[in-house]
């Protein structure tokens, strides 16, 4: 009996993490849309020209030292090695900090 609650326990916490992820993905994708649709404005001919649009492009493309994109390919994530908060989903994944 103890094994079996122990066990709808930890699925319980597996759901919630699924849903935890599906929502922060989601939220990704819609900052990301907003910042692409910026990118396209920035690259459009009569903006191109202005300092602020020049300015704009250089933020989007710089990166973080060592940062490496994820492979395109595969879009699924190992999350195997990652730290993951089990008390109230704050930082659940190690690294959050990802610049796109």
Do not use: W
């Amino acid at each position: 009996m103890k094994t079996k609650t122990k066990i709808d326990s930890l699925q319980e916490i597996i759901q919630q993490h699924a849903a935890q992820i599906a929502g922060l993905e989601k939220e990704r994708e819609f900052y990301y849309q907003k910042l692409r649709e910026v990118e396209m404005v920035c690259q459009e001919p009569e903006h191109e020209p202005l300092p602020h649009a020049q300015k704009i492009l250089e933020i989007l493309y710089t990166t973080e030292e060592g940062f490496a994109q994820p492979d395109q390919e595969n879009d699924t994530y190992d999350l195997d090695n990652e730290n993951i908060n089990n008390d109230n989903g704050a930082g659940l994944i190690a690294g959050d900090d990802e610049t796109y």
